[in-house]
């Protein structure tokens, strides 16, 4: 377990050590970050005050680049130009400086970057995207910008944790369809009252790993969106604020 690096008071975003230290421009948001709305939005999804809060993790929104995500798998590849990228859920870019941007409410933001290569990629991954593989279609996207698996280093942004994500169908038939009964068993728990829990987490890192990331080198803080109120809007408890993780190539 890895923990996060809070920047304000209260905290406006929080940044990764490992990427912070591999000198990786970020940062994933919470309810404070001012400015921040939704990309379905006709409009930029970031007001000035967003800009002003996010230049300080040296992020120039005026470059991002983000998608109308729609919980799959698709990638807009080694994107040039900042605005919307399409309705996709993946997004990667080889260009230095132009932010990338997933929001997300209890739903996973994966950062991918190889420093060595400059590739950048982000996924927003819930359970319809970790069912369509959207965290390998990441892999394959860095990889796609000269980025070796191996050593790409990895991020999970905060996202709805096992202790509190219930389940039902069809989650269960698409998860035990797509990955088998044995990691069902391993992803998903009883609940106190006779729901079933699923370890998102635990799966995207395992299929991390199974498109050749290092475990090592990938860091979940497994920080609860809805165990958090105070710092982060949860979907599934009743918000309809985003958080937004936005990442650009130093
Ligand atoms: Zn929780």
Redo the contacts with the bound molecule.
């Keep these: 377990m890895t923990s996060l690096t809070a920047h304000g008071e209260p905290p406006r975003y929080f940044t990764f050590p490992a990427l912070a230290a591999a000198g990786l421009p970020h940062a994933s948001t919470t309810r404070h970050c001012p400015g921040v709305t939704s990309p379905s939005q006709p409009t930029s999804p970031f007001t000035s005050d967003a800009h002003e809060t996010l230049a300080a993790a040296g992020l120039d929104l005026a470059r991002v680049a983000y998608a109308r995500q729609v919980h799959g798998a698709d990638v807009a590849h080694g994107l040039t130009r900042g605005g919307v990228a399409g309705a996709v859920d993946v997004l990667s870019t080889a260009e230095r400086g132009m932010p990338l941007a997933v929001f997300t409410a209890d739903c996973l933001a994966i950062t991918l970057w190889d420093a060595e290569s400059a590739a950048l990629a982000l996924a927003h991954v819930g359970w319809r995207g970790t069912v369509k593989r959207a965290q390998q279609s990441a892999v394959a996207a860095a990889t796609a910008l000269g980025a070796s698996p191996a050593r790409l280093r990895v991020a999970i942004g905060p996202s709805?944790?096992?202790?509190?994500?219930e389940v039902d169908e069809p989650v269960v038939s698409d998860f035990t369809h797509a990955f088998g009964e044995t990691r069902w068993r391993r992803w998903a728990r009883p609940s106190s009252n006779g729901r079933l829990l699923l370890d998102l987490w635990t799966a995207n890192e395992e299929l991390l790993a199974d498109a050749g990331v290092d475990p090592a080198r990938i860091e979940n803080p497994r920080l609860?969106?809805?165990?958090?109120p105070a710092l982060f809007y949860s979907y599934r408890k009743g918000n309809r604020g985003r958080l937004v993780t936005v990442a650009a190539l130093p």
């Design positions: 709805i944790g096992p202790c509190c994500y609860c969106t809805a165990c958090h």
